[in-house]
């Protein structure tokens, strides 16, 4: 197997899903147009934005609250992750990577923690490719633990933005055919509201089987319910990360 983390994985440990990142953002949007409510009312209808569910939305709010302003937007996101520590979930996960067989994480996420959790409670020193210019030397091995971050690291310009997301760069693509070959994928946290990893699932043919976690109460989106339909993927309810790993 190999592990497929989204945003909900690292709220456990401190970090604010994609969701309540966007909701942040759409209030400061809606503050910086307090004087004009309907141009932030438009912004909304335009956008077919669900206040209620702003993550759908995330990088179409994000590009809105700095797309004119890129370094302010990475500072945010850094300042975020800068000290969030690894939780309960992501030690056990470090102590299933750190054997030779289901070593393998691919995330969406920018934050450090796998690699922070194997470096504290296992001897293993993972390879981690956190851009895609290292997307060629992501490829399974069975001496030492593989994490592939899809959008980048938090230090290496993370990708947030509609057009830096909307699409999975072709360097991903051969390396995510390789190791999806060969495993089934468990997806944790991950809402699939981009257009790169999720685009790229909704292509791929390779896969045996497919478990998609999601917490209970939240309900997927119909694209995540066509491709587990796709894929004869079993949906399993969870109360959250830190629970799933116990």
């Not at 520590?85 to 996960?93: D, E, I, R």
């Not at 909307?166 to 809402?191: H, R």
Request: charged share 25%; net charge negative; hydrophobic share 35%.
């Amino acid at each position: 197997i190999c592990f497929v983390l989204g945003a909900g994985a690292s709220k456990s440990s401190g970090i604010k899903t994609g969701g309540e990142l966007a909701a942040v953002w759409l209030e400061d949007i809606k503050e910086r147009m307090s004087d004009r409510p309907v141009l932030f009312q438009q912004f909304i209808d335009d956008n077919g934005i669900d206040i209620n569910n702003p993550g759908v939305h995330y990088s179409t709010i994000y590009d809105e609250c700095f797309g004119n302003d890129y370094d302010t937007g990475v500072e945010f996101i850094n300042k975020e992750m800068e000290e969030a520590k690894p939780g309960y979930g992501y030690s056990v996960l470090a102590q299933i990577l750190s054997k030779k067989h289901h070593n393998i994480v691919i995330t969406t996420n920018f934050d450090s923690l796998t690699e922070e959790a194997l470096f504290t409670y296992t001897p293993k020193r993972p390879l981690v490719c956190g851009h895609e210019a290292l997307a060629s030397f992501a490829r399974p091995s069975l001496n030492r633990p593989l994490i592939v971050k899809i959008h980048r690291d938090r230090l290496f310009n993370p990708q947030s933005q509609s057009e830096e997301i909307g699409n999975i760069s072709n360097a991903w693509v051969d390396a995510l055919n390789q190791i999806f070959q060969n495993s089934t994928p468990i997806f944790i946290g991950y809402g699939g509201n981009d257009g790169s990893l999720m685009g790229y699932l909704d292509r791929v043919n390779s896969f045996n089987n497919v478990f998609w976690c999601e917490r209970k109460g939240v309900t997927i989106t119909e694209r995540v319910k066509n491709f587990l339909e796709k894929k004869n993927g079993k949906l399993v309810e969870i109360d959250g990360f830190d629970e799933l790993m116990f």
